[in-house]
Structures are given as structure tokens and as C-alpha cells.
Nanobody, 126 residues
């Protein structure tokens, strides 16, 4: 029933890599924004990266620039988040979200997104 499904989380050691996937679609529009957010235990939800599905416009949080890469997949309806050089502070539940009501540019503010996936867990620990 969900139109946003995350996958790819897991347990990795510091310095390791993971690729998260967000399957999306069925919103009734051709252009929208997919964002990745994360929430660590006891902390507020944090925007990580976002991309427009048609124009490949991208924004990253400063904390992940140079380490994470968001991209539209070759398959329609898929967005990836490649995470490299993972750090313990990257630990959290990672959610993808869709903004189809105001899809004018990628954004990292969670209140502008319309639907959310159920999340996938990422643990970075030695």
C-alpha cells in the first residue's frame, strides 16, 4: 500500500559504505522531490539529501557532503543514497519522503514533504 519503500539498511563499521534505495511512485504527477531524512535515537529528524526526479537537482546536508551521493536510478521510480565513509553519528532510521504538492526545488525541511516511507535502520558501530 505504501508508495515509498526504503531498503538497504544494515550494520556497518565506521568507514564502511551502504547504499539505500527508495522505491517511489503512484503520486499522479510526473515531477516531484524525493528526500532522505534520518533520525537518531532521542534526536530530531534531520534532512540528509534531496533530489528532483526529473531535473536531477540536488541538495545535501553539510554533514554528509563529500560522503553521500543521491541519485535517480536507471529504473524509473527509484532513488538511491550511496553512503561512504560512514561515521557513528550517521546511525539512525533513514526515511525517504516525497514532496509532490510543492515540488519546485529539493529541500531538507521535513514539513514540506507530503508522504513518508516506514524507514530502514542504519547502524554504524565498531
Amino acid at each position: 500500500q505504501s508508495r515509498l519503500v526504503e531498503s538497504g539498511g544494515g550494520l556497518v563499521q565506521p568507514g564502511g559504505s551502504l547504499r539505500l534505495s527508495c522505491a517511489h511512485g503512484g503520486f499522479g504527477v510526473n515531477y516531484y522531490i524525493i528526500g532522505w531524512f534520518r533520525q537518531a535515537p532521542g534526536k530530531e529528524r534531520e534532512g540528509v539529501a534531496a533530489i528532483s526526479t526529473e531535473k536531477n537537482q540536488i541538495v545535501y546536508a553539510e554533514s554528509v557532503k563529500g560522503r553521500f551521493t543521491i541519485s535517480n536510478g536507471d529504473t524509473k521510480g527509484m532513488v538511491y543514497l550511496e553512503m561512504n565513509d560512514l561515521k557513528p553519528e550517521d546511525t539512525g532510521i533513514y526515511y525517504c519522503a516525497a514532496d509532490y504538492q510543492t515540488p519546485y526545488w529539493p529541500k531538507l525541511t521535513s514539513d514540506r514533504y507530503d508522504e513518508w516511507g516506514r524507514g530502514t535502520q542504519v547502524i554504524v558501530s565498531s
